[in-house]
């Protein structure tokens, strides 16, 4: 996020600093799925097991599904997830996930490394995979 989202991101009108705000907000679309990830694993990782579920919902349903992914979905600038200093205030947290959890039809989680799932050692992302 502090190499890539935040440089690329940061003069884009305060308030709409997400990543999916680029291009005149090419990027932003009703997401289908919420993933559930920690910031603990690699990104490749992350990045590859969504592009292979996405290529498996197109050939099953002939569309393109879109993801609700925290680091480009989020204000970093407002949000610091990759500071990783301090536990977000679970205010934050519910405020600006929960309702995306709602909205969206499932939650892909994201179980990595496959030997050593980091995320079912997080309470958040159990807590995401069972809203």
Same mark, same amino acid.
């Given at each position: 996020?502090?190499? /890539? /989202?935040?440089? *690329?991101?940061?003069?884009?009108?305060?308030?709409? +600093?997400a990543? #999916?705000?680029l291009n005149?907000s090419?990027?932003?679309d009703?997401?289908? %799925?919420?993933v559930?990830?920690?910031? !603990?694993?690699?990104?490749?990782?992350?990045?590859e097991?969504?592009?292979?579920?996405g290529?498996q919902?197109k050939? *099953? @349903?002939?569309? @393109?599904p879109?993801y609700?992914?925290?680091?480009?979905?989020?204000?970093q600038?407002?949000i610091d +997830?990759?500071?990783?200093n301090?536990? $977000?205030? %679970? @205010?934050?947290l519910?405020e600006? %996930?929960?309702? +995306? /959890?709602?909205s969206c039809?499932?939650?892909? #989680?994201?179980?990595?490394?496959f030997?050593?799932? !980091?995320v /079912?050692?997080r309470?958040?992302c159990l %807590?995401?995979?069972v $809203?």
């Amino acid at each position: 996020a502090n190499k /890539i /989202i935040k440089p *690329a991101t940061a003069n884009l009108e305060k308030g709409k +600093q997400a990543y #999916v705000h680029l291009n005149d907000s090419q990027f932003l679309d009703d997401a289908e %799925f919420f993933v559930s990830h920690t910031w !603990l694993a690699e990104v490749e990782g992350l990045l590859e097991a969504v592009i292979r579920h996405g290529e498996q919902v197109k050939a *099953a @349903e002939g569309v @393109e599904p879109a993801y609700y992914l925290d680091l480009a979905s989020v204000d970093q600038h407002k949000i610091d +997830q990759a500071a990783g200093n301090a536990a $977000m205030p %679970f @205010e934050t947290l519910s405020e600006d %996930f929960v309702e +995306q /959890i709602k909205s969206c039809g499932a939650v892909l #989680v994201v179980a990595s490394p496959f030997d050593d799932p !980091l995320v /079912i050692r997080r309470g958040w992302c159990l %807590f995401e995979a069972v $809203m």
